[in-house]
Structures are given as structure tokens and as C-alpha cells.
């Protein structure tokens, strides 16, 4: 019985170490579609191979407005193959489609502005403002941001989701690889002593079965 635990226990050691996921310890970002203040339908999905930075906030918040200097930073730093900027007013009632496409032309947001009528602030949690939320090029949440948060803070980690997408140093890619290697040999030989011992412990129990089969014969004989 002991046997067959330990086998158990090394094959969902297998399974989990060569079959979990590339996203396994992050949450997949929701999805959701919306239309900017310019008419346009667009939706999170559609930039996969970037990183997205949401940008949740309101026309009136003091905070998002001083947020808005970063972002533009942000924007003028990074190519839209690298970076795509999605601000989502929360506030649907009072943020007018005509109030924000005034809003965003007088704080020069050159990047998408629309209203949340997906609901997608309740579905990324969102209560106090500004609330930034980073995604990386696969779609996965790695990094969120509650009050104003500095252009230099939203650069490391956007150069980090840059660089792990294979777009920076190729030196980081290589030491990834390296590691990823050493991984992979240090596992294939704990399954292969794993397999060893259990070999081992196999025979033992079919040597104490056998010797047991053998002391019952002879006793057999010995009554006989």
C-alpha cells in the first residue's frame, strides 16, 4: 500500500511539474469590450502581445488628474507595440461622453478614454481612485496600484513585462533559459532516485512476501 501511495504522490509530482501552466501563480485579467469616446469599439483581448496599463478614474478626482501627468509620460516613452494606456471613467452618470472627450483634450490624453459600461471596475475591484491595474502580454494581472502612482514605479515594472516577453536584453532571455534547464535536470533526477526507491521497496516487500510463502510451507510440512 505504501508502494502505491509513494508512486501516486511521484506521478502528481510529474504531472504538476512538466504540465502546469506558463500563467500558474497569476490571475487571468477579465475580459470586456467598450467603446471610446471617439465611437471606436475596442476590448482588452485585442492587445494581446502588449502590456495594457488601466487606468480607472473620474473627471472630478483630484488624484486621477495629478495621475494623468504620468501617464503621459508613460505614453511618450513607450511605442503602442509595447504599451497601450486604457483610461475607463468609473463614473458613468456624471462623466458624459461630450464631458470626456473635453476632459481629455484639455489634459492632452492622446490614448483611449471611455466610459465604464462594461462594468469592468467591479470586475477588477475597484473603489478608491485612481486605481491602475498593469497586464502583462499574456493577459495576466501582475501588478495593481491604488492612489497616484509615479511614471518611474509603472517603468520598471512595464520594462520587466517588456523584457520577459522577449523584447529586452537577450542576455535575461538566456539566463531565463539557463535556468529553466537547471530545473529540469535537478527534477528528472529526483523522479529518477524517486523511481529508485520505490524499486527498492518493491523488491523488499515481494523478498519479505516470498520468505513469508516459504516459513508457511514449511511448517505445512512440519504438521504433516
Request: charged share 20%; with cysteine; aromatic share 8%.
Amino acid at each position: 500500500m505504501r508502494t502505491k501511495i509513494l508512486a501516486f504522490s511521484l506521478l502528481l509530482t510529474i504531472a504538476f511539474v512538466f504540465g502546469v501552466d506558463s500563467g500558474f501563480g497569476k490571475e487571468k485579467a477579465q475580459d470586456f469590450e467598450l467603446v471610446d469616446i471617439n465611437g471606436k469599439s475596442f476590448s482588452l483581448s485585442e492587445h494581446l502581445g502588449k502590456v495594457v496599463l488601466l487606468d480607472f478614474f473620474a473627471t472630478w478626482c483630484g488624484p486621477c488628474i495629478m495621475q494623468i501627468e504620468y501617464l503621459q509620460a508613460l505614453h511618450r516613452d513607450y511605442p503602442s507595440e509595447q504599451l497601450v494606456i486604457l483610461s475607463i471613467s468609473v463614473d458613468i452618470e456624471s462623466d458624459s461622453v461630450l464631458k470626456l472627450q473635453l476632459f481629455a483634450q484639455q489634459n492632452q490624453m492622446q490614448w483611449t478614454v471611455a466610459q465604464d459600461t462594461d462594468n469592468v471596475g467591479y470586475k477588477y475591484g475597484v473603489s478608491p481612485i485612481p486605481h491602475l491595474v498593469v497586464i502583462d502580454t499574456e493577459g495576466y494581472e501582475r501588478y495593481g496600484h491604488i492612489g497616484v502612482t509615479a511614471a518611474s514605479t509603472l517603468r520598471s515594472e512595464i520594462d520587466a513585462l517588456i523584457s520577459e516577453n522577449g523584447k529586452g536584453d537577450s542576455s535575461d532571455s538566456n539566463a531565463a533559459q539557463t535556468e529553466a534547464d537547471n530545473t529540469l535536470l535537478v527534477v528528472i533526477g529526483v523522479c529518477s532516485i524517486a523511481l529508485f526507491v520505490i524499486g527498492l521497496i518493491a523488491a523488499k516487500k515481494r523478498q519479505e512476501k516470498s520468505k513469508r510463502i516459504e516459513k508457511r510451507s514449511v511448517c505445512i510440512r512440519l504438521k504433516r
